[in-house]
């Protein structure tokens, strides 16, 4: 049963490690006017990435930034990067780019339910500052013109081909975004390697038995269930490929199969309700031998699940708690569980006692 409050999802933690990674990209600095950072934003040529956090900005923060501009003062580089399309899409700088936009035409922020938006007048300067209360086109022609000509430092990164590795754009994602609530490493991964795999995992996720299992009713905020997800898709009929660590192999995964058309793909999509199901009316709030979920003993034993559709509700009922007792699987469930060796005996151990599999 289902709490009817949402709660994040609680996992242990894991230790992984930080892979290296060689960046094979070119940066290259410009300094667009803001006159054509805001057409370019309007044009579609610059874009927002669909999983950009909203503008958020208070009109008073936006206001003090374009005083800045009119000021003459430094301003924040913002960091874009070139995608396949040759757009641009904003890494960081997003309230900065936006505000300016706003301000150019008139009007702060986005419509709301009604569809009205709020006149942009400039708003909490000081006292004395000249430009409180008004618009652009109130400003004089002078500082309007100051305004469209001045200047913004842009860091325009693009991804090389053939690439060295095709993980290093999540690694770039992940270190300039520096907005007010940072990304999570799936969130950044749906943004990267997006195509048809986001929906259809995303739809998985919505699959009532999964989110029983996980104990949430709804998905979470932070996309560890659809990680898991990915964790498991990435590992089922392919986990004796498997190499650390575990961030790496599901950028490759997540990489490799944007399309999900392949056989496997449809296999998993056909194994992964009729498996949910199958754990969720045998097991009691299962994968949590401390508490909370274990993603080691939750991969091990739905990976089997999936690959043995002949495991039995009575079967799968006796042999996990005798799996979860067998000492050389439990000492693969804590500490280091990503690591390569560790995770490949871990699910060699749960397919000989789930499924009498032998390797």
């Known amino acids: 049963m289902v709490d009817e409050v949402q709660e994040d999802l609680k996992t242990e933690d894991e230790a992984d490690e930080v892979p290296y990674v060689e960046f094979d990209i070119s940066v290259s600095p410009s300094d667009?006017?803001?006159?054509?950072?805001?057409?370019?934003?309007?044009?579609?040529?610059?874009?927002?990435?669909?999983?950009?956090?909203?503008?958020?900005?208070?009109?008073?923060?936006?206001?003090?930034?374009?005083?800045?501009?009119?000021?003459?003062?430094?301003v924040p580089q913002?960091?874009?990067?070139?995608?396949?399309?040759?757009?641009?899409?904003?890494?960081?700088?997003?309230?900065?780019?936006?505000?300016?936009?706003?301000?150019?035409e008139g009007l702060f922020g986005e419509e709301d339910n009604r569809g009205r938006r709020q006149t942009f007048k400039l708003k909490g300067l000081s006292e004395r500052s000249e430009y409180n209360?008004?618009?652009?086109?109130?400003?004089?022609?002078?500082?309007?013109?100051?305004?469209?000509?001045?200047?913004?430092?842009?860091?325009?990164?693009?991804?090389?081909?053939?690439?060295?590795?095709?993980?290093?754009?999540?690694?770039?994602?992940?270190?300039?975004?520096?907005?007010?609530?940072?990304?999570k490493a799936q969130e950044i991964r749906n943004a990267v390697y997006r195509g048809e795999i986001v929906d259809r995992i995303s739809k998985l996720n919505l699959t009532r038995d999964w989110q029983s299992i996980l104990g949430i009713n709804k998905p979470d905020k932070n996309q560890k269930d659809v990680?898991?997800?990915?964790?498991?898709?990435?590992?089922?009929?392919?986990?004796?490929?498997?190499?650390?660590?575990?961030?790496?192999?599901?950028?490759?995964?997540?990489?490799?199969?944007?399309?999900?058309s392949s056989s496997r793909a449809e296999r998993f999509t056909k194994r992964f309700p009729e498996a949910v199901k199958l754990v969720n009316s045998t097991l009691a709030k299962p994968f949590r031998p401390r508490g909370v979920i274990n993603s080691a003993v939750l991969e091990a034993?739905?990976?089997?699940?999936?690959?043995?559709?002949?495991?039995?509700?009575?079967?799968?009922?006796?042999?996990?708690?005798?799996?979860?007792?067998?000492?050389?699987?439990?000492?693969?469930?804590?500490?280091?569980?990503?690591?390569?060796l560790v995770l490949r005996s871990r699910l060699v151990s749960a397919q000989s006692v789930l499924a009498n599999v032998e390797e």
């Open 301 to 340: 034993v739905m990976v089997t699940v999936l690959e043995h559709p002949e495991i039995t509700k009575d079967e799968l009922k006796d042999r996990y708690h005798t799996l979860l007792k067998d000492p050389e699987f439990t000492k693969h469930i804590t500490g280091g569980t990503t690591d390569t």
């Open 32 to 74: 667009p006017s803001l006159e054509l950072l805001a057409q370019q934003i309007e044009r579609g040529d610059i874009i927002i990435p669909f999983y950009q956090r909203r503008y958020v900005w208070k009109i008073e923060q936006a206001s003090r930034l374009v005083e800045s501009f009119l000021m003459g003062l430094p």
């Open 78 to 104: 913002v960091f874009l990067y070139v995608n396949e399309e040759d757009q641009l899409e904003v890494i960081d700088g997003q309230q900065r780019l936006m505000s300016v936009k706003y301000f150019m």
């Open 227 to 260: 990680e898991l997800i990915l964790r498991l898709f990435s590992l089922f009929e392919n986990w004796k490929n498997y190499e650390k660590p575990m961030l790496g192999y599901l950028n490759k995964s997540m990489d490799e199969n944007r399309t999900f």
């Open 133 to 183: 209360g008004k618009t652009f086109k109130e400003l004089s022609s002078r500082d309007q013109r100051k305004l469209r000509n001045s200047t913004l430092r842009a860091i325009n990164i693009k991804q090389l081909k053939p690439s060295l590795r095709n993980d290093s754009v999540f690694h770039i994602f992940e270190r300039l975004n520096t907005g007010g609530t940072q990304l």
